[in-house]
């Protein structure tokens, strides 16, 4: 084999690798941690690695939206975590996402503090905590303090109310937490590039511990009003092992007030005009 088509040969397979997430290196002599349930033990602060929360599909690396930040503000590129590394969109719902990603900034919900839904919560590049029992596994998300109430072994259980963290049903399948999670506003998306769904989107969740400190984590996409078929994201999530570790309060509504009220503010001639007017009653 010449040398031209070997490095040919090693640039597909790179890619082939690079573009299928669900391949994942475990350690199959690998025993879970157990709960005092019998359980895989998820208990932890986990945290994602990559550049997911920006963009899902694989991306090039672009300036950010404030040229004041030069490099700091910068969009870093990544390999995407879809299957296949590309979202099956219905024709009209793709030119949707093209103009939500043309104009994220003004519309991201997470740019305004709002809770982030399901998935999108899972690999953001801020920490989560899990807290398991056998009736109820509790997410408590560092951003914008979102959490989310997974209901084990309650299939029928039904929603009472849409929500933005969705209505979760988990169970156990061998060492494997699955969650389903339905019932979720329509207003959340999926990453900063304009990825979204409608409130007819499930989300099927598997969780599982393939070593000590890592979680091999997939999620199923089913929404007919959006997409094409069902589709798949995976990656992994790292548990946080520094000493003292914990979650830090990051309540972000105040930093996003400009953006969401900034537009009720008087202007300065109107404040002088309200200000004369003042004065002129109190004459």
Same mark, same amino acid.
């Given at each position: 084999?010449?040398?031209?088509?070997?490095?040919?040969?090693?640039?597909?397979?790179?890619?082939?690798?690079?573009?299928?997430?669900?391949?994942?290196?475990?350690?199959?002599?690998?025993?879970?941690?157990?709960?005092?349930?019998?359980?895989?033990?998820?208990?932890?602060?986990?945290?994602?690695?990559?550049?997911?929360?920006?963009?899902?599909?694989?991306?090039?690396?672009?300036?950010?939206?404030?040229?004041?930040?030069?490099?700091?503000?910068?969009?870093?590129?990544?390999?995407?975590?879809?299957?296949?590394?590309?979202?099956?969109?219905?024709?009209?719902?793709?030119?949707?996402?093209?103009?939500?990603?043309?104009?994220?900034?003004?519309?991201?919900?997470?740019?305004?503090?709002?809770?982030?839904?399901?998935?999108?919560?899972?690999?953001?590049?801020?920490?989560?905590?899990?807290?398991?029992?056998?009736?109820?596994?509790? *997410?408590?998300? %560092?951003?914008? !303090?979102?959490?989310?109430?997974?209901?084990?072994? &309650?299939?029928?259980? $039904? =929603?009472?109310?849409?929500?933005?963290?969705?209505?979760?049903?988990?169970?156990?399948?061998?060492?494997?937490?699955?969650?389903?999670?339905?019932?979720?506003?329509?207003?959340?998306?999926?990453?900063?590039?304009?990825?979204?769904?409608?409130?007819?989107?499930?989300?099927?969740?598997?969780?599982?511990?393939?070593?000590?400190?890592?979680?091999?984590?997939?999620?199923?996409?089913?929404?007919?009003?959006?997409?094409?078929?069902?589709?798949?994201?995976?990656?992994?999530?790292?548990?946080?092992?520094?000493?003292?570790?914990?979650?830090?309060? *990051?309540?972000? %509504?105040?930093? !996003?007030?400009?953006?969401?009220?900034?537009?009720? &503010?008087?202007?300065? $001639? =109107?404040?002088?005009?309200?200000?004369?007017?003042?004065?002129?009653?109190?004459?």
């Amino acid at each position: 084999m010449s040398v031209s088509r070997l490095f040919r040969f090693g640039i597909s397979v790179l890619a082939m690798l690079c573009l299928s997430p669900v391949l994942v290196a475990q350690d199959v002599d690998f025993e879970p941690p157990r709960d005092p349930w019998g359980n895989p033990d998820l208990n932890g602060i986990w945290q994602a690695m990559g550049t997911a929360y920006w963009d899902l599909e694989t991306h090039a690396s672009r300036a950010g939206p404030l040229w004041q930040l030069g490099a700091i503000g910068a969009i870093p590129g990544g390999v995407g975590v879809v299957e296949g590394d590309s979202i099956p969109y219905r024709p009209e719902a793709l030119a949707q996402k093209l103009d939500n990603m043309a104009n994220w900034l003004e519309r991201d919900p997470v740019v305004r503090c709002y809770m982030p839904g399901i998935p999108r919560a899972n690999y953001m590049p801020y920490p989560f905590q899990i807290f398991q029992t056998d009736n109820n596994i509790l *997410f408590s998300y %560092q951003f914008a !303090s979102s959490t989310r109430n997974v209901f084990m072994n &309650r299939p029928d259980y $039904e =929603a009472p109310i849409l929500t933005v963290m969705g209505h979760n049903l988990g169970h156990w399948e061998g060492n494997t937490l699955h969650i389903r999670t339905s019932d979720q506003y329509d207003w959340t998306w999926l990453d900063h590039s304009g990825n979204w769904h409608s409130e007819a989107m499930v989300v099927a969740e598997r969780f599982t511990l393939i070593g000590p400190n890592t979680i091999w984590y997939e999620a199923t996409i089913d929404d007919p009003e959006v997409y094409t078929r069902p589709w798949t994201i995976a990656l992994p999530l790292y548990r946080r092992l520094e000493k003292g570790v914990r979650l830090v309060e *990051f309540k972000c %509504q105040e930093y !996003s007030e400009e953006i969401l009220y900034g537009h009720l &503010r008087q202007s300065e $001639e =109107a404040a002088a005009a309200l200000e004369e007017l003042r004065r002129e009653q109190d004459q």
